[in-house]
């Protein structure tokens, strides 16, 4: 599950963490959602996805149901996510980066008129 309000790379049930031996990093205070703060044990691993290892710290949760993905883990492994109604994708920063600039140039067979697009 990715967790955009979730600041770090991920963050995973305490007592999985002890069958993946991981190595403990350290302790830090994390502010929750609510502004309060909590101390949280600290591990450093490896996400791999699609054949690509992407390593970080993770928090380790005593009270964690499942494994959280957070934007730190969004921007080292370089993906971005695109959310529409009919669910979300994990998509390569560099495609997404090509086909922005591909739809934002102007066609110039086609200008745009003076009153055309919307102005925010």
């Not at 979730?6 to 963490?17: A, V």
């Not at 490896?46 to 964690?64: F, K, M, Q, R, Y």
Request: charged share 20%; aromatic share 6%.
């Amino acid at each position: 599950m990715i967790d955009t309000g979730f600041t770090g790379f991920l963050m995973m049930p305490l007592t999985e963490s002890f069958e993946l031996a991981l190595t403990l990093y350290g302790t830090s205070s994390w502010t929750l959602a609510d502004g309060s703060s909590q101390p949280k044990l600290l591990g450093f691993g490896t996400v791999i996805l699609d054949d690509v290892h992407t390593h970080g710290v993770i928090v380790l949760e005593p009270n964690a149901s499942r494994p959280l993905l957070g934007m730190e883990f969004l921007r080292r492994s370089k993906r971005a996510l695109a959310v529409g109604s009919g669910g979300c994708l994990l998509i390569d920063e560099e495609f997404m980066s090509t086909e922005l600039a591909k739809a934002n140039k102007p066609d110039p067979a086609n200008p745009p008129s003076e009153d055309s697009g919307t102005q925010i």
